[in-house]
């Protein structure tokens, strides 16, 4: 599950979702269906902290907004509130002028909606794991 953590090579680029979690779901799935979520719940705990805030990194470098709240300190906002700060119109806009995804908003806020997507689903098994 280790190898889960670990970043593949080369450049991280601007992408909004973290490049570790598909390979992160495919393990979850297997995982679930051979019945092992409960005997790896602490395990699987400590994975989804790494992946979280991975993913809160990739939405934060493609988002003003919240780019500017001081969520270095391990804090994880919930879906909502990251969601609002997010896609903030002059977030998107200021984004937009540092010319990601070519300058185009429409183009910035469809990517950080499928982040934001996988933030949630991320948050939400944090959450289950957590009980």
């Known amino acids: ?17 973290d490049r570790r979690i598909p390979d992160f779901w495919n393990l979850y799935d297997q995982i ?9 719940a602490t395990s699987l705990l400590g994975l989804v902290n790494v992946l ?3 993913q809160l990194t990739s939405i934060l470098k493609n988002s003003d907004s919240a780019s500017g709240k001081d969520y ?6 919930e879906p909502s509130q990251l969601t609002i700060e997010a896609l903030d119109n002059d977030a998107v806009e ?10 185009d908003s429409e183009k910035i806020k469809k990517a950080l909606v ?8 991320l948050y939400e098994l944090r959450q289950s794991l957590q009980v």
């Open 94 to 103: 200021k984004a937009a002028k540092r010319g990601l995804f070519g300058g």
């Open 114 to 121: 499928v982040g934001l997507d996988e933030y949630k689903k």
């Open 1 to 17: 599950m280790s190898l889960a953590k670990r970043h593949p090579g080369g450049f991280a680029g601007g992408d909004t979702v």
């Open 72 to 77: 270095d300190s391990g804090v994880i906002p």
């Open 52 to 54: 979280i805030e991975g």
């Open 32 to 40: 679930v269906s051979f019945g092992c979520k409960e005997e790896l």
